[in-house]
C-alpha cells in the first residue's frame, strides 16, 4: 500500500498521478479539496477511463502527514480489489435498508472494515448509516465522513468510477483491519430540550418553541455575543447541539445555518429525542483527539496507515491552536492521511454506528 500527495489544483497533476498508480487489481482511494474546483466534464472523462475501482470525496480541506491542505489531492493505491457499491438519490430514498440490502447483498465473512464517504449536503444520512449497521452489524468497523463544501452548497463531492457524484454515498469493503477511537470533547451548558417538530435535518422546535428562539437566547447569553451582529456559522460553530443516548453518550451535531425560526444541521435529529447545547474548550477538544488516537491503538497490529476524519468546525473553532491537534495525532502514530469533513462516520467503543458532527475519528488501518 502506497500513498502520494499532489500538492496543487491542476487537474492535469491529478490525472498523471492517478495514471501512474492505477493497476486492475488494486483499489485507489482519493481525497482531495473542494477548493481545487476541478473542471467535472474533464474529471469525469479522467474517472471513467481509470482501470483501477476508485472511491472518495471532495473535503473543504485534506490532511497528510501532520498537516493540512485547502487544495491538494491524497491518492492511496490500497493492495486489494476492494468491493465498492454506490447508493445514490439519497434524499428521494424512503427505504434506504432495504436498497442496500438489495444492491450489495451479502458481504465476504472477510470483511472487516468499510470506508464509506457521503455527500453531507444530502437528507437520510442517518438513515443510509443505520442502513448499513442494521444489514452487517458490528462485526465490521467503519470509517468514513461527509464530503463537500464549506460553501453549503449542494454539489457532486463523491468519487466513483462512473464520475464525481451528488446527493450519494460510495461504500468500500475491505479485508484490512483496522482500529477506531472516537471522542469530541464537548460539554453541556443547557439543560435537556425536547425535540418537538423536526424534518429530517431541521430542527423546528424545542420544547414547543421555535428552535431558532431557544437556540439564540442559551447561545448569546453564554457568549455575550449576538447573531444580529455576526454571520450564523462564525458564532454557531463554537455552539452545537448535542443528542442525549440512553447510553448516556452525546452525539455532536453541528448547526450551519438557520432558516427563519429553524435551526438546519449537518445530519438528522430525530423527533422527541433530548438535545442539549454544547460549549467547546480548546483543551478539552485536544485531549479528546489525544484520546481518540490512543483508544485506536489499544489493539494493535501491523498497520499501514493511520486515516484521521476530523470536523471542519473544530478547525475552525479551534483555529490557530488546529495545529495542535493534528500534532497530537501524528505524533502517536505515521503515515497519517485525511480529511477535514462535513460530519464523520464512526464506531464507538461500543460498536454502534454513528453520524458524528464536531467529532475527531482516529483508524490504524
Not at 37 to 60: H, K, M, T, V, W
Not at 73 to 85: A, E, K, M, S
Not at 138 to 162: E, Q, R
Amino acid at each position: 500500500m502506497k500513498s502520494f500527495f499532489i500538492e496543487d489544483d491542476f487537474l492535469q497533476s491529478f490525472e498523471k498521478a492517478l495514471v501512474q498508480m492505477s493497476h486492475p487489481d488494486k483499489t485507489i482511494l482519493i481525497l482531495s479539496c473542494d477548493q481545487n474546483e476541478y473542471d467535472y466534464e474533464q474529471l469525469n472523462e479522467i474517472l471513467r477511463e481509470c482501470e483501477s475501482p476508485l472511491f472518495g470525496a471532495l473535503f473543504p480541506q485534506v490532511i497528510y502527514d501532520g498537516k493540512s491542505y485547502e487544495k491538494g489531492t491524497i491518492l492511496v493505491q490500497i493492495d486489494d480489489f476492494l468491493d465498492l457499491h454506490v447508493i445514490q438519490s439519497l434524499s428521494e430514498q424512503e427505504d434506504i435498508s432495504t436498497l442496500i440490502e438489495e444492491q450489495m447483498g451479502e458481504i465476504d465473512e472477510l470483511v472487516k472494515t468499510m470506508f464509506v464517504f457521503i455527500d453531507g449536503m444530502s437528507q437520510n444520512i442517518n438513515e443510509m448509516i443505520l442502513g448499513l449497521f442494521d444489514n452487517y452489524g458490528i462485526n465490521i468497523n467503519y470509517i468514513g465522513g461527509g464530503a463537500g463544501s464549506l460553501s453549503f452548497v449542494h454539489k457532486p463531492c463523491i468519487f466513483t468510477n462512473l464520475g464525481i457524484l451528488e446527493d450519494c454515498a460510495v461504500v468500500a469493503s475491505s479485508k484490512l483491519d483496522s482500529t477506531i477511537g472516537v471522542q469530541h470533547g464537548y460539554e453541556e451548558i443547557s439543560d435537556k430540550m425536547q425535540v418537538t417538530s423536526v424534518h429530517k435535518n431541521v430542527v423546528l422546535e424545542l420544547d414547543y418553541t421555535p428552535a431558532f428562539e431557544v437556540y439564540k437566547e442559551i447561545v448569546e447569553q453564554d457568549s455575550d455575543r449576538y447573531f444580529d451582529q455576526e454571520k450564523f456559522f462564525d458564532l454557531a460553530k463554537s455552539y452545537p447541539l448535542g443528542i442525549n443516548r440512553l447510553s448516556g453518550e452525546i452525539v455532536v451535531r453541528d448547526p450551519i445555518t438557520q432558516d427563519e425560526n429553524s435551526l438546519i444541521c449537518v445530519g438528522e435529529i430525530t423527533e422527541n429525542s433530548f438535545v442539549s447545547i454544547l460549549k467547546g474548550d480548546k483543551e478539552k477538544l485536544l485531549g479528546a483527539a489525544k484520546r481518540a488516537t490512543s483508544i485506536s491503538q489499544e489493539h494493535a497490529f501491523e498497520k499501514s496507515f493511520t486515516l484521521f476524519i476530523d470536523c471542519i468546525s473544530r478547525a475552525l473553532f479551534l483555529e490557530d491552536e488546529f495545529q495542535k491537534e493534528l500534532q497530537v495525532v501524528y505524533d502517536q502514530t505515521e503515515n497519517m492521511i485525511g480529511a477535514l469533513t462535513l460530519g464523520e462516520i464512526g464506531n464507538n467503543q461500543d460498536g454502534f454506528l454513528e453520524f458524528y458532527n464536531k467529532t475527531a475519528v482516529v483508524a490504524q488501518i
